[in-house]
């Protein structure tokens, strides 16, 4: 019977969700799933370089409430900006490369301002996503793919 027992009481623990578990799905819960969309193309030139700036933005921003973005001195700062924004975006292609980030955000309507670029020539990724993190709570979530036109 102890044998029973002990195996019975693992396999309720293996099976019972974790505290972990449950405060992640509220976290996440937290923020709204934002939905990117691509907007445009601009070229330009920075030290002597033509770049495409690839234009995106978040359609459902009015979604995030402004203190997400607040400016937080109490968390870690984002190379030399100490007062960088509670909520972090990070834009990735479609394959999990990080092409760009943005961590001084003011409030919802800097989500319609999401951007990378590439030199000119190069071709784009086919699609790409944003990952948003809420710092003070550790909340995190995933946007749609957005297609990007070649």
Request: aromatic share 12%; charged share 25%; with cysteine.
């Amino acid at each position: 019977m102890k044998p029973f027992c002990g195996a019975a009481l693992a396999l309720a623990l293996v099976l019972a969700p974790s505290p972990d578990a449950q405060g992640a799905r509220k976290q996440a819960a937290s923020l709204p799933e934002p939905k990117l969309r691509f907007v445009g193309t601009e070229p330009y030139e920075a030290n002597g370089f033509d770049f495409i700036r690839y234009k995106y933005e978040v359609t459902n921003r009015d979604k995030f409430k402004k203190e997400l973005f607040a400016a937080s001195p109490d968390l870690p700062a984002c190379n030399e900006n100490p007062n960088a924004s509670r909520t972090w975006i990070d834009l990735y292609d479609g394959k999990g490369k990080k092409l760009y980030w943005f961590c001084a955000l003011t409030g919802p309507d800097d989500l319609k301002n999401l951007w990378f670029a590439i030199t000119g020539g190069a071709s784009p990724p086919g699609e790409v996503y944003i990952e948003m993190t809420d710092r003070r709570t550790g909340a995190h979530i995933r946007s749609n793919f957005a297609s990007t036109p070649k």
